[in-house]
């Protein structure tokens, strides 16, 4: 495996630091596993506000016919998660790396649903109650979900916000953060996840 210069190494250190770069060069890694690994990375960076990140793909030089399975697979995903609001920009970085720049956690909530969960529109018809994924938090988190949820919605065009919309944008919020931050997210991380949130509504709208 050829390895990057030193130059080029110490310089990505400078500028993107340890973590918030990304390698799957690995060669043994097949583009799914790739994938796999780069999308939830890059979903947890989002929510630490983590701003540019490098990923590391390699140029496929050892693959077979020389083409990088890994290097396209990634570079797809990036596209993805453009649209889903989760990457702002991206950029060649190297022949074998990505620069890619994360989008504010706004942006992950005022994607098109259909980017975000792979249907077309809102739900018509949710449920008045809040579902079980809502029912462990605590009172004060579930007052600020549902100030998130509210103030996107309103951001989306909606006029006036019937409340069984702010519960079904709660739980969508719920799920887009803790898919995010992974599984284990604890409930401070997720307020601290909704605060930022919020902050960044009221700057765009200050």
Sequence with gaps: MRRRPAIQQAFDEARFGATRSLNVREPML???????????????????????????????????????????????????LRRAGVVAAMSEHTSGSFAVTLAPLRALFDAPARSRDGHQGRQRHPTPRYPGSLAGLTPETLARLRQLASVTLESLGFAVVDDTYVQAEMERAFTLLTRAGGHQLSEASLCAAIERALLEHEDLDG
Excluded: M
Aim: hydrophobic residues 35%.
């Design 30 to 80: 097949s583009g799914a596993e790739a994938v796999r690994r780069a999308e939830g990375w890059l979903r947890t960076k989002q929510v630490e506000q983590a701003g540019e990140v490098l990923v590391i793909t390699g140029r496929g030089n050892n693959s077979p016919g020389q083409v990088g399975v890994v290097r396209d697979e990634i570079h797809k995903l990036l596209g993805r």
